[in-house]
């Protein structure tokens, strides 16, 4: 299964419905290619305000491939912190996280 273009999705909405936010993000967009948590970086810097609602509608289709989530891990690792500082920073289940942990895939 292909994954989507993010780059131009992302630069084509920017061009389009926000140029005033495109120098905000051209440092994330100068990659040559976007992992996860680029996505959400950017979602947050171009959608700033979101109702309750529509942050449980996000986080309710959301899916980690294994990259974003050892990347993810290693986040934690890297900035010692627990499950539920990495759940309140990446908007997710810190039953999630200890899934992945529990897992051992990812050590």
């Not at 389009?16 to 970086?41: A, G, M, T, W």
């Not at 959301?62 to 690792?77: A, C, G, H």
């Not at 309140?88 to 996280?97: A, I, P």
């Not at 942990?101 to 050590?107: A, C, I, M, V, Y």
Request: hydrophobic letters at 30%; a positive charge; proline letters at 2%.
């Amino acid at each position: 299964m292909a994954t989507p273009n993010y780059k131009k999705i992302y630069t084509d909405l920017l061009n389009s419905r926000h140029p005033d936010k495109k120098y905000k993000c051209e440092s994330i967009l100068s990659k040559k290619e976007l992992n996860f948590i680029d996505v959400i970086q950017l979602n947050e810097i171009i959608f700033e305000k979101k109702s309750k609602e529509v942050l449980e509608m996000n986080q309710k289709y959301r899916s980690y491939d294994k990259n974003t989530i050892v990347e993810i891990l290693k986040y934690q690792q890297n900035n010692e912190l627990n499950n539920k500082e990495v759940a309140n920073h990446f908007k997710m289940s810190r039953t999630t996280l200890l899934n992945w942990k529990k897992s051992g895939l990812f050590e």
